[in-house]
């Protein structure tokens, strides 16, 4: 009888101790997946980051400065001649209106070349 229980409790001794390593692995695997999701996500950022800093360093450049001052406020240099064309004039020139941006589905533009 004190046999069967010296068995009983080595046996579930055995299997406390058997739950516990396996346990203790689970979280292990868990956490090196958690570490290299992080490590991608750190690699992501760094490289995002790289990118910003060198627009920062574009937009600060002078010959940037300049264009933008042409492009969106008209800044002309000494002696040149800024000219500003309205828009309506400006597709009228260019021969675009309203009309030819808006594009039909694919199905209705198929649809009028043949049944229509």
């Not at 579930?12 to 058997?18: D, E, K, N, P, T």
């Amino acid at each position: 009888m004190i046999r069967k229980l010296i068995y009983g409790a080595i046996i579930l001794l055995v299997l406390l101790i058997a739950y516990n390593l396996l346990r203790q692995i689970t979280d292990a695997l868990k956490s090196g997946e958690r570490l290299s999701s992080a490590a991608d996500v750190v690699y992501k950022l760094e490289a995002k980051n790289r990118q910003l800093k060198k627009k920062l360093i574009q937009i600060q450049s002078p010959e940037f400065i300049e264009q933008q001052a042409r492009n969106k406020l008209g800044l002309g240099k000494p002696g040149e001649t800024t000219v500003i064309i309205p828009d309506d004039k400006l597709k009228l020139i260019l021969g675009t209106s309203q009309s030819a941006q808006i594009r039909l589905p694919n199905w209705l533009g198929w649809w009028k070349i043949f049944f229509k």
